[in-house]
């Protein structure tokens, strides 16, 4: 089944505590993004990539930092995560920068106490 | 920096009737691309309709429908025969066109939380 996965599905942790958020899509997609979703704001993209070794910031990236070694695996990393990072994430996906579908992960609800 | 505004935060539905959901959106460019997007309580983002703005004709699917307004910068969804299952939050959505950085990016506007009564 095509889809775009995202690890963990839930995750609560303390300010200060670095953590990675998985994402992997199993369409050969070459682009990849990742949005941060919170309440009056819609989405916001913070990073994307337009392919293997190729990312580029959005409009929020302050305080996340990404990869892309591999053209599947796009993972989305908090090196010191604050409250306000407290936000419904999701990792999206489309066939190339320019396509119209893209395909969303079912979304990361991170919590920083 | 383009912008989308959905100004109706909440709006309410009886099941089998109609509802509009609003959005506008203001950019310089003269071709780009609307969508609207259906997120249900699983937070699953779902496509409902796109529409080119080249394209004159109004998108439709199934009882989804949109009126397109490029002049006015407007993009809202008629939903018909509406469902319970419609209810759901849902997000206007703007990408530019093809060319320069950044054209892959969704610009959303605040979401509308639709409820349908049964």
């Known amino acids: 089944e095509a889809q775009v996965t995202q690890n963990p599905r839930y995750l609560i942790t303390v300010t200060g505590k670095k953590l990675t958020v998985t994402c992997s899509q199993n369409m050969n997609h070459e682009y990849m993004s990742w949005y941060r979703q919170d309440p009056g704001l819609g989405l916001r993209q913070i990073y994307y990539?337009?392919?293997?070794?190729?990312?580029d910031k959005g409009d929020v990236p302050e305080g996340y930092k990404v990869s892309r070694k591999e053209k599947r695996n796009f993972p989305l990393i908090l090196e010191s995560p604050s409250p306000n990072q407290t936000s419904l994430y999701f990792c999206a996906s489309s066939l190339s920068q320019g396509h119209n579908e893209q395909f969303f992960g079912p979304g990361t609800r991170l919590t920083v106490l | 920096a383009q912008t989308v505004t959905q100004s109706q935060p909440e709006m309410s539905v009886q099941e089998a009737e109609t509802v509009t959901l609003s959005c506008t959106y203001d950019?310089?460019?003269?071709?780009?691309?609307l969508f609207w997007y259906k997120q249900p309580p699983s937070r699953q983002m779902i496509l409902v309709i796109r529409q080119e703005a080249y394209k004159q004709q109004n998108a439709t699917e199934n009882r989804f429908s949109v009126n397109f307004q490029k002049a006015a910068k407007s993009f809202s969804l008629k939903i018909s025969d509406s469902q319970l299952g419609d209810a759901a939050m849902y997000f206007c959505?703007?990408?530019?066109?093809?060319?320069?950085?950044?054209?892959?990016?969704?610009?959303f506007g605040q979401g509308t939380i639709l409820t349908v009564h049964p």
């Open positions: 990539s337009m392919n293997v070794e190729v990312t």
């Open positions: 959505a703007y990408r530019r066109p093809a060319g320069g950085t950044s054209y892959g990016k969704l610009t």
């Open positions: 950019t310089s460019e003269s071709d780009y691309y």
